[in-house]
């Protein structure tokens, strides 16, 4: 095994940054949401809306310099492999068994990473910043598009939500299947890795 | 090559991000933080009338008749008269295009309300709140400018009083007691002026029998209040006077009451003073397209004293030993008269909250009951209505007479002089009170009578609160908040849709007990192996 740089600084820092406006929105999100009350109405909504527009600014940033760079070729979804990956998870995994693809800086990811990260990145995350955004300005959103209602807006923002949570959930138990439990988690700190 | 592509990225993303992500949150900030438009208000109220009415020789003369000192009034203000007799403070009544497009002439002189049901045939009494002088009956002349009652609008001395019972007269020498004596007429001519609170509060403050009956958030206390009750009117702050919100061009005074109005016109915004973004911040600003500003920001009305909220007119005229009775609340409130039925009187009542486009349907005399309780009035619009906003209002429930044979609201005679002439008030015969009342208006009465649920609507405009006592947020964005009635539109905080929430929770649960077994496997597999391992 090799330890070698796997993720770049702009890689790292949207990261953690994604992270840190994630969190923010999620906590302030459900409590306009009336899910529970936390900071007090009138600044959740603050918050949840300066942090809105940090985390689409860099959204839109990082869609242009994934483009640029080539990164989104990582992106892309391949069926190639995914039987063996998921194979992998389920089974492999639990036999200590070897994972079944090298990451190297050119693929760092699996089959189902791909296919996982392609929804979130080209789907997800963008349907929620263009809800988040019309949800926002819904008086203009009336005269240009002609919106009725944020109804169907606010619903769709709210069940993004929902499965923006169960991604990182999913996500966050994933960082432990490295070699050693923390080894992901160092990677994407420090942005070098064993492989 | 490649390498350094990505380090020129890196850099590019630095020196461009951070500086979008600093205007940008700036930007928000600021829009969050807010310092509201300073109001431009010229009080004309306050306006000093440049004439010493005091050395005019014609206002000096020895007045026995009131109706003399509107002629010298006239004399030297011509044409004023003309304007009076086209306003609604004359004619009380009013052309009118219903919601529903038909077109009908209403006003205090013609609708029954649901407080002491009409004014019309109980002259005497009602009428004293009319801007003339004698309007007893039908005889009453409404073209003869010697009828109009300058002086109740414009006595800047306090001393100028309508007596009770005399149709809008003051006292006359041959009625003046020990309540009402026969106004100065010099002294008052000549210190007449533009309307004060006091003027316009006489009629508007007392209306329904008695202080705050009918209004809620027009009363006596408003004469000198604290910014707790009303931050306009408040001695001890800006002091306006009503004419400066309801500015008046020829005696055509801005502002619509909708239990007797219908139509948007003629109607004062907050606006005229505080601009159409007053908050400086976006999110409140926003707010206006929908919510009008009165319901964020009179929180409670009656706060200086109680309002009626409830009349039952079927329990009245119960007697005891013959004799009428009355019983107080714990405020000292009537919630018992034998003349009027129960009441329940409250203050500081939070307001209900309906769609109000600024148009009204009412109940004109002669309709049939076609829903209970009967809308006296019904304040129109819902959230796709464009010109509708949510309004804080008063709503009056009652209980009052109805005509079971013809199913029409029924105009009662309430008030007599005497006894014996066939009055509610005097005789509390029902069935007679309804024989009169109906035959003066010229209605059929089929002889059975019975009581209808009925409710009225007046949208709120006044006792403004602080602005540290404004509605925060939650009183409305939460899930049983003061909007919970309203369920017509999608609202942040107030509206979920169950089915989202559900399934969504489901999948978080389902996530975490799915890593969750998925780590317990993990930790058994490696149980055993390490045991293989030892073994």
Redesign the interface.
Same mark, same amino acid.
């Given at each position: 095994m090799e330890k070698i740089k796997l993720y770049? /600084?702009?890689e790292r820092?949207w990261h953690w940054a994604q992270f840190g406006a994630i969190s923010t929105l999620t906590v302030t999100g459900f409590e %306009?949401?009336?899910s529970y009350?936390l900071l007090?109405?009138?600044n959740a909504? /603050?918050i949840h809306? %300066?942090a809105g527009?940090?985390y689409s %600014?860099?959204l839109i =940033?990082t869609i242009f310099?994934m483009i640029?760079?080539g990164m989104y070729k990582q992106f892309l979804p391949t069926t190639k492999g995914i039987d063996k990956q998921f194979r992998f998870y389920s089974m492999g995994?639990?036999?200590?068994e070897p994972h079944p693809m090298k990451k190297t800086p050119e693929n760092k990811m699996n089959p189902i990473q791909r296919l996982t990260y392609f929804g979130l990145m080209w789907f997800l995350l963008p349907l929620q910043v263009v809800t988040g955004i019309l949800y926002l300005y819904v008086?203009i959103a009336k005269d240009i598009f002609g919106v009725?209602?944020?109804?169907w807006i +606010?619903?769709l923002h709210?069940?993004m +939500? =929902?499965?923006i949570?169960?991604f990182v959930?999913?996500h966050v138990?994933m960082i432990?299947t490295g070699h050693t439990l923390t080894a992901y988690l160092e990677g994407m700190i420090t942005g070098k890795e064993k492989v | 090559m490649k390498g350094n592509l990505k380090e020129r990225l890196e850099t590019l993303a630095v020196v461009v991000l951070l500086p979008i992500f600093t205007a940008v949150i700036l930007f928000q900030l600021k829009q969050t933080t807010s310092n509201p438009v300073k109001p431009k208000a010229i009080l004309q109220a306050n306006r000093q009338i440049a004439a010493d009415h005091s050395s005019y020789k014609l206002l000096q003369q020895d007045f026995t008749d009131p109706r003399d000192v509107t002629e010298a009034c006239l004399t030297c203000h011509t044409k004023r008269d003309e304007e009076i007799m086209a306003t609604a403070h004359w004619r009380w009544e009013r052309e009118t295009v219903l919601p529903d497009g038909r077109e009908v002439s209403i006003g205090k002189k013609n609708l029954i309300n649901n407080f002491c049901t009409g004014a019309v045939g109980n002259n005497g009494s009602c009428m004293r709140c009319h801007i003339g002088y004698g309007w007893k009956d039908k005889s009453f002349d409404f073209e003869d400018p010697r009828n109009i009652d300058c002086l109740v609008c414009h006595d800047n001395t306090g001393t100028y009083f309508k007596q009770k019972g005399e149709a809008g007269m003051p006292a006359t020498k041959e009625t003046a007691n020990k309540f009402y004596s026969v106004p100065d007429y010099n002294y008052i001519s000549a210190n007449v002026g533009l309307p004060k609170r006091e003027n316009c509060g006489i009629c508007h403050f007392y209306g329904g029998g008695g202080n705050n009956v009918k209004h809620g958030d027009l009363e006596e206390s408003l004469l000198d209040c604290s910014r707790e009750i009303d931050v306009h009117m408040t001695s001890e702050g800006i002091d306006m006077q009503c004419t400066d919100c309801h500015l008046t061009e020829n005696h055509n005074i801005k502002g619509k009451l909708y239990s007797v109005s219908a139509m948007n016109k003629n109607r004062i915004g907050c606006e005229q003073c505080h601009t159409d973004a007053p908050h400086q911040n976006r999110i409140y600003d926003n707010h206006i397209e929908k919510v009008a500003c009165q319901t964020c920001h009179i929180p409670t009305y009656a706060k200086g004293n109680g309002t009626k909220l409830w009349w039952d007119w079927s329990t009245a005229g119960d007697t005891k030993d013959g004799q009428p009775y009355h019983e107080s609340d714990v405020d000292g409130n009537h919630n018992y008269l034998t003349i009027k039925g129960n009441f329940v009187w409250d203050d500081n009542v939070e307001p209900e909250y309906y769609w109000f486009n600024g148009t009204a349907d009412h109940y004109v005399t002669g309709d049939k009951i076609d829903e209970t309780p009967v809308k006296i009035n019904e304040l129109m619009g819902n959230y796709k209505d464009s010109e509708a906003k949510i309004w804080p209002v008063k709503v009056h429930r009652g209980k009052q007479i109805y005509d079971t044979g013809t199913n029409e609201l029924i105009n009662l005679k309430l008030w007599a002089k005497n006894e014996g002439e066939g009055a509610f008030w005097k005789d509390f015969d029902y069935d007679t009170a309804a024989v009169l009342g109906m035959e003066y208006v010229g209605r059929e009465y089929s002889g059975s009578y019975d009581f209808v649920r009925s409710d009225v609507y007046w949208p709120l405009s006044h006792q403004v609160a602080p602005k540290e006592q404004t509605l925060s947020c939650k009183e409305c964005h939460s899930r049983d908040g003061r909007l919970s009635e309203l369920n017509d539109f999608y609202m942040p905080g107030k509206t979920y849709e169950a089915y989202i929430d559900w399934f969504g929770m489901i999948s978080v649960i389902l996530s975490i007990l799915g890593v969750l077994s998925h780590a317990i496997g993990r930790y058994v597999f490696s149980v055993k192996r390490k045991r293989k391992e030892n073994s």
């Open positions: 770049g /600084n702009y820092y %306009i949401h009336s009350e007090g109405y009138e909504v /603050n809306n %300066i527009w940090g %600014i860099l =940033f310099w640029v760079s995994i639990m036999k200590k008086n009725q209602s944020i109804e +606010a619903l709210t069940l +939500a =929902f499965m949570i169960v959930i999913i138990y432990t | -």
